[in-house]
């Protein structure tokens, strides 16, 4: 039932792992060559007058490597076509990804100006994230939970998809000049394999053991779904219920990737993928133990009980594939990445950093699934954790390494800094790299930490993604040479995925002193009348 799911489960545990500063080098280097080719080859043809052609190949393109250029001229290829709704969807997308690019935002204004008088919007809010087929056509390029989609006059049939072979079928009546909005949710897990589950676990009279129990789920996780209760003791609980068989196809996925990795890190002359394989491995096979689970939640709640800050739900019950533990009302990060005020979000980002960091020196454990869907601001101004399925543990807390090489990478010493890369095996003894762009290469990434506080945006995020992923730059070649040594694929993960949900949450932090308070070894005073660096 959860293939799909698994399988994104999957890849966003590899795509985190191996991203930006070691990163998808793996997978990119064989994504920009057909990227490459794609855009070429809709050059050629948009010479040639074949706009249907070129507009296929510019998405092909998009595809393998999304950049604004690539997704403007898709827009003008299919527009030359005369299919002005897929040029208004990518249109849509364009204004959502790239906002700050004045030719990008000048193409897609143009074309939604006159889509708005002609065709029928059609604008889909998906929990989870969704794909999109329309007239067994796919019409996203991505999967998102907000898409806006463009139809011309007439009856169209959507199939909207979901991890886990889900999905719903939508019809749809289009009017030229008319809008519709619709919010989704994915088919839940049948309530009688729920059932299943929980007899089996709980036993034949498991509707003892709780004052009241919902059969419609409140929220899926990457590999099941909770349910909300009443426990016998009238405590209101979360009941995490894991999709039968998740675990087997878990592993199977696991290990096709696997093979494909290895070939695809032949690009990458600097990583040693086997032993970062073999990490990844047992961490998702510990995502699938809910005993594990349950005793690292326990650990958390105890270390964070009473707490002014931060709210941990402690564990009830756990059996086999169940999991109840109290529930946890708020405010959920989603909410506020939508609609909250700069003062919500200032708040929000501030409690996460400090979260993620504080973490494994009071409980020796680092939460390592930084997913919005997992944090909620509480009434009291606390911050609300969640899922504990990636936890790693860190008895002694954060390596101390890790702030001995920011203050040295900070201060401007570059020998000292690639020195102590070498000796932790983030660049391996057989690759020769000049410590000056080295340090060039990490600089963008240490830019919140110059300055007292920084707010994180998404445009600063794509400054980063292009400086490190673009082949014409020097950082793409220095990039192919970095390792990431095995013990640090969770913090890697922690790291980069926390960086991506401060950029959509977009609030000011004071990092410098966050990452200088729990960060072990971190020398990181304060600098006097720093501001906000503007991103």
């Not at 002609?118 to 996203?140: F, I, M, Q, R, Y």
């Not at 998809?161 to 030229?176: A, F, L, M």
């Not at 756990?318 to 939508?338: F, M, R, Y």
Request: net charge neutral; hydrophobic share 45%.
């Amino acid at each position: 039932m959860a293939a799909m799911q698994r399988s994104w489960l999957i890849g966003s545990l590899f795509a985190v792992s191996l991203s930006m500063s070691v990163g998808a080098r793996a997978q990119n280097a064989d994504r920009i060559k057909s990227a490459a080719a794609e855009y070429d080859a809709g050059r050629r043809a948009y010479t040639d007058n074949k706009f249907e052609e070129a507009a296929i190949h510019f998405e092909n393109a998009y595809h393998d490597a999304p950049n604004a250029q690539t997704l403007r001229n898709a827009m003008r290829a299919r527009r030359q076509a005369g299919q002005l709704s897929r040029a208004a969807t990518l249109a849509a997308l364009a204004q959502v990804k790239y906002s700050d690019d004045k030719a990008t935002m000048e193409t897609a204004r143009e074309t939604l100006l006159e889509a708005d008088q002609k065709l029928h919007k059609v604008s889909l809010t998906c929990d989870p994230e969704c794909g999109v087929a329309a007239d067994n056509h796919v019409v996203s390029l991505e999967d998102s939970t907000k898409l806006n989609l463009y139809f011309e006059p007439g009856t169209h049939t959507l199939i909207v998809s979901w991890p886990g072979d889900r999905s719903k079928e939508v019809k749809i009546e289009s009017k030229p000049g008319t809008k519709q909005d619709f919010t989704l949710a994915a088919p839940p897990m049948p309530v009688s394999m729920v059932h299943e589950v929980l007899a089996k676990e709980l036993g034949p009279r498991w509707r003892q053991k709780f004052v009241s129990f919902q059969d419609k789920p409140s929220a899926a996780a990457s590999i099941g779904q909770v349910h909300r209760a009443v426990w016998k003791d009238g405590r209101d609980v979360a009941v995490k219920v894991q999709y039968p068989g998740a675990g087997p196809a878990l592993i199977s996925d696991l290990n096709q990737v696997s093979r494909v990795a290895r070939v695809a890190a032949s690009w990458v002359p600097g990583l040693d993928i086997k032993p970062i394989l073999d990490e990844l491995k047992r961490r998702v096979a510990e995502e699938l133990d809910y005993g594990l689970e349950a005793r690292s939640q326990k650990k958390f709640a105890a270390a964070f009980a009473g707490d002014p800050d931060f709210a941990i739900p402690d564990v009830l019950h756990q059996k086999g594939n169940v999991i109840i533990s109290e529930w946890l009302d708020g405010v959920p990060l989603s909410s506020i990445i939508a609609t909250g005020s700069p003062e919500a979000r200032d708040a929000a980002a501030s409690r996460y950093i400090e979260f993620l960091l504080v973490g494994p020196a009071r409980a020796g454990l680092l939460h390592a699934d930084p997913h919005p869907g997992n944090f909620r601001m509480l009434a009291d101004g606390r911050l609300g954790v969640i899922d504990f399925g990636a936890v790693n543990r860190l008895p002694h807390g954060l390596p101390p390494e890790m702030g001995q090489l920011l203050t040295l990478a900070l201060a401007g010493d570059a020998e000292g800094s690639l020195e102590g890369l070498r000796r932790l095996g983030f660049v391996k003894a057989t690759i020769t790299i000049d410590a000056d762009e080295l340090l060039a290469f990490l600089e963008p990434f240490m830019e919140p930490l110059r300055t007292d506080n920084f707010t994180f945006t998404r445009a600063w995020l794509r400054s980063v993604s292009l400086h490190v992923n673009n082949p014409r730059r020097p950082a793409f070649t220095m990039s192919l040479k970095l390792n990431l040594p095995p013990s640090y694929l969770l913090i890697h993960r922690v790291w980069l995925g926390g960086i991506g949900v401060l950029c959509q949450i977009q609030g000011e932090v004071p990092g410098r002193a966050i990452v200088d308070r729990w960060l072990p070894e971190a020398d990181l005073p304060p600098l006097a009348n720093s501001g906000s660096v503007p991103a």
